[in-house]
């Protein structure tokens, strides 16, 4: 190229022998291709002074290059030891095993094979890293901000309704700072229990104000009955005989919703004569030995076995703990407590229990605001690093999709069938009839959820046993918007929805029984 070439490109002597430099090296590769104009241009800013030459941009790409691939075999690396340090978080059945252990397993070994490979090849492999890392994170970020929404709180203020963010706790103590003798919903069942009174509660403390947790917009507060049971006051006085004895836990208690507006009560409105013998943690057990203690001296002619997906599936697993529960006598009346007869004693330990929890819960306020106070931008800041929101959402996908594990929960099939035949032949010895009512859960309806995987089995016991069901499943389905039994579309209790449709499918089964009224 001439002198004057060179001139006409707008370069003056001290870059002239750079750019001649740069055109003699640089060139050749572009010269097979007949890419001279693009030669030239390249030439052309490498020339200008202030600016990286070409080798220099080469060198600067495989550096990055390098760390975007040094960084993403690390970052494998640390979330296989944690992996494996976790097990019991992530260990999920062969699905998890794939997710958590073989897959970055894989990634790894691939990463220290690219970086010993050809620089072209890391240069591509990061930037499908980085392309890769960018989408994960804006996941990452649209999912915290989603998640924002998914309380029952940020439902409520969307939809422009109040909602009580204080605790059950905070709501007794502020009902106690009242004057009110309130506590907040209360289960005894200490292993010493057996050892000081030689008794195992049932039910709650008696003639108490009674909070309940906050799922709907406002917490549950009913006064208990004489026995610390969920029903309006008289109901043991005026005596039997009963039409209707509701078994189960938590949900059939009344947890989330306002009083006189869960099932139970609903059932009441049409069959007075009706009592409600639920408890928040109740299993099986639990409910058959509320059976023997409560129901039986009552009679009652229906009985609702109450079975809430899933949550007493694990409530079954955790009850089995306890001694007198996992040996309880099914059969012979000589093993029972007579609780009923025996109030006084209960009341004497609930008064000693419940002083000594108040005194352990003086720190509740201070621990519910750290609890709940806003995230600071640091820890913001950190679970975005950690990609919080993901990987929960991948524990549950893996716990979804594997088989039982470490953290599921896994059904005592023979266990369970003793209970019903207990339950059963009990209710039939009084010429009642026991009911199974199958109560699904929220995660049936939704795409990601975790539909309980015991149900076949369980129904299938229940018919083999001859035992009628309700299935509330269909009648859920029949509503057409399955979500809407549930508060705030959210996973919890049932909403005063949910409830009425409940009811609503019990009464339709029930009134083609003689029942008194």
């Known amino acids: 190229m001439t002198n004057n070439g060179v001139a006409g490109l707008g370069l003056d002597e ?10 003699a090296r640089e060139c050749v590769r572009h010269v097979a291709t007949d890419d ?14 202030g600016t990286m030459t070409l080798p220099q941009r080469s060198a600067m790409k495989r550096g990055l290059s390098t760390l975007v691939l040094a960084g993403a075999a690390l970052v494998s690396a640390v979330g296989l030891v944690h992996a494996a340090l976790n097990a019991r978080d992530y260990w999920t059945g062969w699905v998890g095993i794939v997710v958590w252990y073989v897959g970055p397993s894989i990634v790894l070994v691939l990463l220290l094979v690219v970086m010993r490979g050809e620089a072209r090849r890391r240069a591509r492999v990061s930037l499908c890293l980085v392309s890769v890392a960018v989408s994960l994170f804006a996941v ?22 109040s909602f009580d963010e204080r605790s059950q706790v905070e709501v007794a103590l502020d009902l106690r700072l009242q004057g009110i003798d309130a506590v907040p919903n209360f289960r005894a069942w200490p292993e010493d229990f057996t050892r000081d009174l030689g008794l195992f509660p049932l039910g709650g403390p008696a003639n108490r104000v009674t909070a309940l947790p906050n799922e709907n917009g406002e917490h549950p507060i009913f006064e208990s009955d004489v026995h610390g049971f969920n029903n309006p006051a008289g109901v043991w006085e005026n005596g039997g005989p009963f039409s209707v004895a509701v078994l189960g836990g938590s949900l059939v208690y009344g947890e989330g919703v306002p009083p006189n ?9 049409v069959y007075p004569k009706t009592v409600n013998l639920s408890y928040s943690g109740y299993g099986p057990l639990a409910m058959l030995a509320t059976l023997f203690e409560y129901a039986e001296p009552l009679r009652p002619q229906i009985v609702l076995w109450c079975f809430f997906e899933y949550k007493n599936v ?69 679970r975005l690093v950690r990609l919080s929101h993901l990987r929960t959402r991948l524990q549950r996908l893996t716990s979804h999709y594997s088989a039982p594990t470490l953290r599921s929960f896994s059904l005592d099939e023979e266990l369970l069938a003793e209970v019903l035949v207990a339950a059963r032949d009990g209710v039939s010895s009084w010429q009642g009839q026991l009911y199974f009512v199958y109560l699904p859960e929220w995660s049936r309806y939704t795409l990601l959820g975790q539909p309980n995987k015991h149900r076949a089995t369980i129904l299938r016991i229940v018919r083999d046993l001859e035992i009628p069901v309700i299935d509330l499943h269909h009648a859920f389905l029949s509503h057409g918007d399955p979500l809407a039994m549930f508060p705030f579309r959210l996973s919890g209790h049932y909403s005063a929805t949910g409830h009425e449709v409940a009811a609503t499918a019990i009464l339709g089964q029930l009134s083609r029984l003689d029942l008194e009224q």
């Open 261 to 269: 507006s869960d099932l139970t009560s609903r059932i009441r409105s």
């Open 140 to 161: 990452e970020v649209f999912e915290g901000v989603r998640s924002r929404g998914g309380t029952y709180a940020a439902r409520a203020r969307s939809a422009g309704i």
């Open 314 to 382: 694990q409530n079954f697993n955790v009850e089995q703990r306890y001694e007198y529960l996992r040996n309880m006598d099914f059969v012979d009346p000589l093993g029972r407590q007579n609780l009923i007869e025996r109030q006084d004693d209960l009341e004497e330990y609930y008064r000693k229990a419940i002083a000594e929890w108040f005194l352990k819960a003086q720190s509740t306020r201070e621990a519910f605001a750290r609890d709940n106070a806003p995230v600071s931008r640091t820890e913001w800041l950190f």
């Open 36 to 49: 001279v104009v693009g030669c030239l241009g390249e030439a052309h800013e490498q020339a200008r002074p």
């Open 14 to 23: 001290t870059t002239q022998p750079r750019y001649l430099l740069v055109t």
